[in-house]
């Protein structure tokens, strides 16, 4: 996975890489920014040089068997050229994509061109894209979920599961839009009357273990929400902020 560092542990590449192992992955992680953050927001970020996560990968690839690769914040641009030239050496490896933009607190982690290279190179690549909802509204150029989903189909994402965690409501709605006809759903009681540090790493994080174990993309989707909650159910209070969700939970598949 391709993902920013965290310094409070509660998202980024540590929830990564705890999700992935708690549900029985090896990841592999390469750093792509490293923030200044806390339990309550994002103060500032730098991105690690592109060159030496081309090198990274390059390494990786040519040592370890890839079984699929999720990606989070990602700095920069040039780190998208970097990864969609790995991808066209790779065309049959599953590629989750949480389109980090902004942290739960307000924070930017990327800028307008980090976000029209994702929409333009990365997102037709992705086998799925999970937005929460403030991220379908602002990449798929519509309020209306449902339209900024079909946007994004049309620009050529293969599907968007549009997370609603940071919705309200006694459930959590996950929506995934493709080419069928109907969208799908998935329906899970919110835990908790706030938003948590990490919940959407996690979530993608786990969808892509589970594609990496040999799931299909449903149900996929269908343990890592599960796995999410029961994350959620026993929540850590790490910080005065958001809480985090335990990712340490043992996981019975």
Known sequence: MLSGLDPSGGAGIQADIQAITSLGGHPLPLLTCLTVQDTNNVYGAEPVNAELIRQQLQRLAADVPIHAIKTGALGNADV???LVEFLDSQPELPLIVDPVIKAAGGGDLADEALVQAMKTR???RAEMITPNGVELAQLGGSEDPDQ??????DAGCQSVLATGG?????HIINTLYNHAPEPM?????RVGANEFHGT???LAAAIAAGRASGLSARASISQAQNYVHRALLHALNVGKGQRVPDRGILWER
């Open 200 to 202: 959407g790493c996690t």
């Open 122 to 124: 990365l997102f037709p």
């Open 185 to 189: 759903h998935w329906e899970v009681e």
């Open 148 to 153: 900024a989903a079909r946007n994004l189909i």
């Open 80 to 82: 998208v050229d970097v």
């Open 166 to 170: 940071h919705g309200t409501g006694i």
